[in-house]
Each structure stands twice: as C-alpha cells, then as structure tokens.
C-alpha cells in the first residue's frame, strides 16, 4: 500500500512536470506576444524596405496584426495533409471574401511596393514569429516540428493571397494607364487637327492666329505628356532621373517659372513671397519641372476662390521652397501614396474643380524624382485650416 501511494504520486509528480515543461504552442505563443513580434518586424521592414521609411505605425502594420492572428486560428484546426500541402505550395482554395492578406496585398500595390519588397515583409514577418518563439523552447522535438510546418504553411497562403491581389491591381492599373494616355492625347490631337485645317484656309492672307496659337498649346501638351512618359520609364527601368547641378539662383528660375503658370491661368489668384537670391548647386531645367508641376497641381486642386502660393528661402543648410493651396484636404490614408505614379486622389466630397484635368498622374512622381536627384527631400502636410502644403528641401 506504502509503495503503491509512493509510486502514484511520483508518476503525478513526473506527469505534472512534463505538463509544466511541454513547450508553448506556436498559435498561442503569436496570439500573447503578438505586439512585441510586429515591434521586431517592424524595425526590419523601415531599414530594409524603403517605401516603409516613411509610413506610420498604422499604415506599416496594416493588417499584419490581423494576419497573424487569422494564421494562428488556422493552426489550431483540423487540416488534412492534401489542404496542408495545397496551403504550402499557395494552392489551398480562396478563403470566403476577401481575406486579410489579399486586401494587404492591394494596399501594398497602391503605396508603391513593388514585389520584392511584399515578399521581403512576410519573409521578416516569418523570421520575427520563429525567431522569437525558438528563445522559448528549450527543445526541438517532433511537436515543435509540426508547429513550424503549420505556421510555414500558413504564411505561404497569406503570401499567395497578397500576391494574387497585387497582380491584379497591378495589371490594373497598367490598364488604366494606356486608357488615361489615349484619352488625354485624343484632345490635344483633335485640336490640332481642327487647326491644321483651318490654316489650311487663310484669310486676306493672313493666316489665322487663333489657330495657330492653340496648333502650338496642344503640340506643347502633347510634348509635355511624352516628355512625362520617357522620364517615367527610365525610373521604372532603374536609370532614374538624370539631374546635372550647376550653381546658379534658384529664386530667379521661382520667379520665372510663377510668372509662367500664373499666365497660364489669368483667372486664379496667385501670391509670392522669394527671397532675392538663394545661391546653391541645382539643375535648372529640372527644378523648373518641379516647380511648373508643383504649381499646377495646386491649381488643379484648390478653391478657385483662394490663392496659390509660393515661398522659396534658405538657411546655412538648405533651400526651402514651399507651394501651398487651400481647399479640401488630402485624405490621411492617401498621404503615403500621393508621390506614386498613375494615383489620383480626390475624396467623394470633392468638388470637378479639384479634380485633374488629365490624369496621367506622373506629376508628383516626377517632382519627387527629381529632388531626390537632388540629395533633397518633398514633403507634404494638408489640414483644413492650413491647407496643402508640398515642401522641398534642398541641401545647400
């Protein structure tokens, strides 16, 4: 009887041990340490994936929270080995609606991740899960195999679904893209058309200025939309912007280039405030691209009724020039996404005149191109009661 109570209690004592020392499953291990996982992930993704440099908390760990914990779920139901092995080649079928890690996917498109950079997130994403949750196991044995194969499996589906999504926004907007050029082409063209026709016909042998002068706004227009597309292409083929700095007076090309848009547009209000001469290395021609696309953008985009202004100073370190127009602000989560090209941003409550009149959307794209050419950054902040505001930083 002695022996026997002895006995019991040593097998309770050494179940009650291995019950104590049988390793935190993964699923739970992610659902209680979910925060300090996407702290470490995060630090990752803002050094190693540059379009994450300058996103907030929010729209750097869009979703990934819920990806996780939607992965986690997974792990702990019941799959059989063909779902199991359909999830790790990316084949499982699609989850009912549109999952977490598809609308993750298209948002990342949007923001300007190409799919590297998507791939390089859940690559982390799985190293910070792992890595993290190997320092609390004391040993591998076949049940911490399993975990890991659930998990791996798991992320392979997300990866997919993302994937899938941005293809599809991707083709898109590709799409989107060639119809946007045709359209915006048709109108310059249809005019020149009309003009070439009419100059055909002269009259007491003078030829018809009208026509003549709108022949030569739309063969500009056409210029500029091609000039737009070549500078566009050579970013995407990696060649970026060729910028050849030479030292000159920036606020003499300021003034130039607002005397120019401000003719451009008789009717809108337009103000000024440049110093009389700010003295730094820079490529002229470029920076007169920058500014003209800066200025237009804020004539497209504001109230009519309100200025648009422009300001150029500078300091011991920097030129500053600062385009501003007031109207309805950007929407916060288009912020991240302004800079990208063929993106339009205008809110449902925006009035037709603070939409653009062409839609290519390479203006901001190029601007920004440019001044990083420049070692400068762009930046922008929109509120209601300041308005919009596109800030550029040049080093001196």
Not at 92 to 98: I, M, S
Not at 127 to 152: G, H, K, P, Y
Request: charged content about 20%; overall charge negative.
């Amino acid at each position: 009887m002695f022996t026997g109570r002895c006995l019991n209690k040593r097998m309770l004592s050494a179940g009650s041990y291995e019950a104590h020392t049988r390793p935190m499953r993964l699923s739970q291990f992610i659902k209680e340490n979910i925060e300090s996982i996407l702290a470490e992930w995060e630090s990752f993704a803002r050094t190693m994936i540059p379009p994450a440099e300058t996103m907030s908390i929010a729209e750097l760990r869009d979703h990934s929270h819920e990806i996780l914990l939607a992965i986690a779920e997974e792990m702990d139901s019941a799959q059989t080995e063909p779902e199991r092995e359909a999830k790790s080649k990316g084949l499982a079928e699609p989850r009912t609606g549109a999952s977490f890690a598809s609308v993750h996917g298209s948002l990342r498109q949007r923001v300007g991740f190409d799919l590297s950079q998507l791939s390089a997130e859940y690559r982390a994403l799985r190293a910070s899960v792992l890595r993290l949750w190997m320092r609390r196991i004391q040993a591998v044995d076949a049940s911490v195999l399993e975990e890991m194969t659930r998990f791996n499996e798991g992320i392979d589906q997300s990866l997919a679904e993302a994937m899938l999504t941005y293809s599809e926004h991707m083709a898109n907007s590709r799409d989107t893209f060639l119809a946007v050029l045709g359209h915006d082409l048709r109108s310059p063209l249809g005019a020149l058309n009309s003009c070439v026709h009419l100059l055909g016909h002269v009259v007491d042998g003078k030829p018809n200025e009208r026509a003549l002068r709108v022949a030569k706004q739309s063969i500009a227009s056409i210029g500029e939309m091609i000039t737009d597309l070549l500078e566009y292409t050579r970013t995407r083929l990696g060649r970026g912007i060729e910028v050849t700095p030479q030292t000159g007076n920036l606020a003499q090309v300021c003034e130039e280039v607002f005397d120019q848009v401000s003719a451009a547009y008789p009717s809108r209000i337009f103000e000024s405030e440049i110093a009389p001469s700010v003295l730094l290395d820079f490529d002229a021609p470029r920076m007169r691209q920058v500014l003209t696309n800066l200025l237009t953008n804020a004539v497209q985009h504001g109230d009519p009724k309100l200025p648009v202004a422009l300001t150029a100073s500078q300091d011991d370190q920097s030129a500053v020039l600062t385009v501003r127009n007031r109207g309805t602000p950007i929407p916060p989560d288009s912020m991240q996404v302004i800079f990208n090209p063929l993106v339009q941003v205008a809110s449902t409550t925006s009035e037709p005149h603070e939409r653009p009149s062409t839609s290519l959307g390479l203006g901001l794209f190029i601007a920004r191109e440019i001044v990083k050419g420049h070692g400068g950054t762009i930046a922008v902040t929109s509120s209601l009661q300041s308005g919009t505001s596109f800030i550029v930083t040049l080093p001196r």
